[in-house]
């Protein structure tokens, strides 16, 4: 089984950096990975990390200690567009990811 | 094309119908999903696919039936639902092996209410 947990809600100010955490206890691992979704939509992928380090892409980032269990994703220059739900995913031997219970981000003037 | 699409966007039934989810891509992946979310929530998972063969099915119940005809399509046979299977259904396909097995694509999901 699987247990992923992140905080269930943050709030950042426009122009700002956020850094919304991830830990997990997984049987396997196969990648950890990212999914924005705002509400009434599809989640839509963002990063993904299999070893260990800094992933970056644009304005995001995501780290990854396999040692720790533990991931973040870190959001700098905030727009108001980037409020929405933050899913952390892991993805076991399988093909399929499991979900956390997601971060929901209020960026605000 | 780069897109997962979804039929019916808004579906109400009763609890004595029968109705069906559909879900296409043209991408060439060969491993298709379904997940279940309600509000708030993260998505669940419930069946996949890989190679128009079912690999993965998360004890769901029967009266939930997925069917692949080929490998662009993936659909959802609802009968006898409850209520508390209101929800939106997200259908995911993604590579099947390789880097790009690791990324799923999304639908926008077939929102469900039971009455």
């Known amino acids: 089984g699987q247990n992923i947990d992140q905080p269930t809600e943050m709030t950042a100010t426009e122009g700002a950096i956020v850094q919304i955490n991830c830990t997990y206890q997984t049987s396997g691992f196969n990648g950890l990975f990212w999914y924005q979704q705002h509400a009434g939509e599809a989640p839509t992928f963002l990063s993904y990390?299999?070893?260990?380090g800094l992933e970056e892409k644009g304005r995001f980032s995501s780290f990854l200690s396999r040692s720790k269990g533990y991931s973040y994703l870190l959001l700098k220059e905030l727009q108001m567009k980037d409020s929405a739900s933050y899913l952390c995913a892991v993805r076991d031997t399988g093909y399929a990811l499991n979900f956390g219970k997601g971060t929901s981000l209020l960026v605000t003037p | 094309d780069t897109e997962v699409t979804q039929t019916p966007k808004h579906l109400v039934m009763g609890m004595t119908n029968k109705k069906s989810l559909k879900c296409e891509q043209h991408?060439?992946?060969?491993?298709m999903y379904w997940y279940k979310q309600k509000a708030k929530k993260p998505p669940e998972l419930m069946f996949v696919?890989?190679?128009?063969?079912?690999?993965i099915n998360e004890s769901v119940p029967s009266r939930f039936s997925p069917e692949c005809p080929n490998s662009s399509l993936l659909n959802l046979h609802l009968h006898a639902l409850q209520p508390e299977d209101s929800a939106l259904y997200l259908c995911?396909?993604?590579?099947?092996?390789?880097?790009?097995?690791?990324?799923?694509?999304f639908g926008a999901g077939s929102r469900l209410t039971v009455l």
């Open positions: 995911a396909s993604s590579q099947v092996g390789g880097l790009g097995a690791n990324v799923l694509t």
């Open positions: 696919y890989s190679y128009e063969k079912l690999s």
């Open positions: 991408m060439g992946h060969r491993a």
């Open positions: 990390n299999v070893l260990d």
